[in-house]
């Protein structure tokens, strides 16, 4: 599904990824962890071809994504923070986007799933951040794309969109798609992902399930092996 | 990106700012028309005009357009779209809705004059002409400074100090050079240094058109023949368009290098 080659990235002085491979089979979900400033958003941003690598190769779906945009007909995005064109309304910038990329009736569903209907009329600027971030899920799963990225997808939402949220994601990869989520809230993480890679000083650290990273720091739980990651290579 | 374009221009056509610049050019165009009555006089005085507020706007409009629109950008940058579609489209929106804030605003109390059977018709045109240049000029320029500045307070400065440059200081440089080198010929040197800048290039375009370039001085003679004949014409043109090319293409380039 997604190949990554030797892949670095410096911003200014700054070596984000240095020399990362990485190799994510078709289907199911995978976290991508780390502790701040690690590289998962530069990660994730270069397979989008947001950020443009220094070194290394990225291949989507077969697919070289140098100097290519194609490619990511076949992705659907979720960036981190829902910042939109405040002066158009949550209508307008759905029909935009639709009318950019292709079309689709997915979004109504998507909308009554959030309950978004009563906004449809309001211009962004005037929505809350969690409403906002509803807004950036309709836009980012109505396009059914086979590769789906999920930069931080629970910021803001309240107890109930989390939990249509994780619903929605396993009907996803019920479909056979491949997920691919960035996320700070553990419990959030242990619940939807089936493997984890973990991201250290710009280098895979682990990549495997959620058992055998237990059985590798030999913790009990998922958040203390993630804290014993932590402590044992910044002591 | 034609798309894009029209996203760009609509989401510009709904804000006050391209209505506040259009009213301006109507009432300058009403006023100088109707209560002046003096054809050749209100070109000029438009040209003055144009001339300098033309390029400040463009700047303007171009930086600040560029960063209030950069979520925006992000959103568009993971959609299946050429990052120099995305690019060339805003700063076209940009650029088009200033030209036609410009061409309508001026155009419109020149229609109800009667521009169409006065004389005056082609220097109305030279006028509408270089200042659609000056604009897709200058917001070119603009978008550069933008994109290559991440900090909106130095992206601001750069530009308003480009436009401070090009519109007046570069005057004062180009005067003092002459007057130093006064023992030397300088025909060659104030042609080349007037088409280096674009806002002396539209200036010498429009006087020499409207046949006034006594007021040019010391170099007149000079630029009237050069200038003057359709060669020096056709030149100044291509130097124009140039101007408008490297800008974008620039653009072009560093959007493609570009992080976000």
Redo the contacts between chains.
Sequence with gaps: MVTIENLHKK?GKNQVLSGLNLTINEGGIFAVLGPNGSGKTTLI?SV?????PDQGNITVLGENIK?N?????K?D?L?QIA???S??KVKELIK??K???AFTNAEVQLIDLFKLEPFLDKKLGTLSGGTKQKVNLVLAFMFDSPLIILDEPTTGLDPISLIRLKDLIQKEKAKGKTILITSHIMSFVEEVSDEIVFLLEGKIYFKGSIQELKTKTNQPDFEHAIASILTDNHA | MLKILKYSFYDLMRSRWSYVYFAFYLLLGVVLLFLNNDLSKAVITLMNVIIVLVPLIGTIFGVMYYYNSKEFTELLLAQPLKRSSIFLGQYLGVALSLSMSLILGLGLPFVCYGLFESSAIWDFSLLLITGTFLTLIFTALAFNIAMSNENKIKGFGYAILLWLFLAVIYDGLFLMTLIMFEDYPLDKLSLIGTMLNPIDLSRTLILLKLDISALLGYTGAVFKQFFGTSFGLIVSFVTLIIWVVLPVLRIVYKSKKKDF
């Design positions: 911003f941003k989008l071809g947001m950020v443009i100097k945009s194609e490619y990511r007909h992705i995005y960036p910042n939109f064109p002066n158009l935009m986007i009318d950019l990329r």
